[in-house]
């Protein structure tokens, strides 16, 4: 495992929660899915510094309730939800979607950085499950360094990141990658 602590971590899981079969919203084309149990399981505490860290948990309209679980299950208390509208609707099995939460969790004594920010914020679509770029100039105002990205696709300067399609910072046991500081020492 990782030595070095985060006082605050950015996750996009991969949810499968209304990701698969005939009426799917496609996820499953773009990357693999992983159930709620395997989200719950990653071991997240041992990477977030106890005394003091954030969590922001990325979450759709389908899974907004299930990130309340999963923040507690990795050792966070849910605080605040910052709704990402966006210009124009997606898909949707009910509602037409138009926006996507990111959940904020502390654990510790983890005071903001900055008290002003508003629980929304309005930016682009860019292609598949791509955030916004301004949800790191978000985090980086309300939560302290050092920052890890989980499920990460692309670098960002000042962050470490991990996940399956890009070049990972860190190892998570139990969860390989195919480019981390373990596969890449035995190569």
């Known amino acids: 495992m990782n030595n070095k602590l985060y006082r605050t971590i950015m996750a996009d899981p991969p949810w499968d929660v209304l990701q698969k079969g005939r009426n799917s919203l496609g996820a499953e084309r773009h990357y693999n ?16 510094d106890p005394e003091s860290s954030h969590c922001w948990l990325w979450v759709t309209n389908a899974t907004l309730r299930h990130g309340y679980d ?79 990205e989980l499920f990460a696709r692309r670098p960002r300067p000042g962050w470490d990141v991990w996940g399956d399609q890009i070049a990972s910072d860190i190892d998570i046991p139990g969860y390989p990658v195919p480019d981390s500081p373990a596969t890449r020492v035995r190569s």
């Open 70 to 148: 999963v923040l507690e299950a990795w050792g966070f208390t849910p605080r605040s939800p910052l709704t990402w509208i966006k210009p124009r609707f997606t898909l949707g099995q009910y509602l037409r979607n138009a926006t996507e939460h990111v959940l904020l969790g502390t654990r510790g004594k983890a005071p903001v950085l900055f008290r002003a920010q508003p629980t929304w914020m309005f930016a682009p679509l860019q292609d598949h499950s791509h955030k916004p770029e301004e949800q790191y100039a978000v985090i980086e105002r309300v939560s302290p360094g050092p920052y890890l």
């Open 33 to 48: 899915l992983m159930t709620l149990d395997q989200i719950k399981a990653i071991p997240i505490a041992e990477l977030a």
